[in-house]
């Protein structure tokens, strides 16, 4: 079981599933991430889609804003920015929504997967203690590119 579950960790998950495990898991905000498809070709665009989802009376901070980092792949370039939904009341992460990282595949990337490394970097805020903390979680994107 252990082994099933690191496996599908390191090699992403398809449309509609999501990744559900790390070991440094924020114990106030659950983060997962899926694909917008399973399988890309070259020149596609994609997008993760990140969900982080806070416990009750914890919310996660739009300023700063997310902030995250992939470690470079030729062939495979992610935008400068998240786009992250707001909360049209609060002003905070609208956790409803995914905050969402788009990304371009070159137009010469050969068949295969592609794991890369990230690490995403968060505020987050107990409303019912009144403290706040940053977050870094890192995670792993496998990118199956087809022919």
């Not at 890309?40 to 300023?63: A, K, R, S």
């Not at 030729?74 to 998240?82: D, G, L, N, R």
């Not at 990282?101 to 805020?125: D, H, N, Q, R, V």
Request: aromatic fraction near 14%; hydrophobic fraction near 40%.
């Amino acid at each position: 079981m252990i082994a099933m579950l690191a496996l599908m960790f390191i090699t992403g998950m398809p449309q509609g599933a999501v990744n559900h495990t790390s070991a440094y898991d924020n114990k106030y905000v659950r983060f997962e991430f899926t694909l917008n498809r399973a399988n890309f070709t070259p020149g596609d665009t994609g997008t993760v889609f990140v969900f982080l989802t806070p416990n009750e009376g914890v919310h996660v901070n739009t300023e700063p804003p997310v902030e995250y980092e992939f470690e470079k792949k030729p062939h495979i370039s992610f935008s400068a920015k998240a786009v992250m939904p707001k909360d049209s009341v609060t002003g905070y992460l609208d956790v409803q929504q995914p905050v969402s990282i788009s990304f371009t595949l070159g137009k010469k990337i050969s068949a295969g997967t592609y794991t890369i490394k990230g690490k995403m970097k968060y505020f987050f805020c107990s409303e019912k203690e009144g403290w706040c903390n940053q977050f870094i979680q890192p995670f792993i994107v496998a990118i199956h590119v087809k022919k």
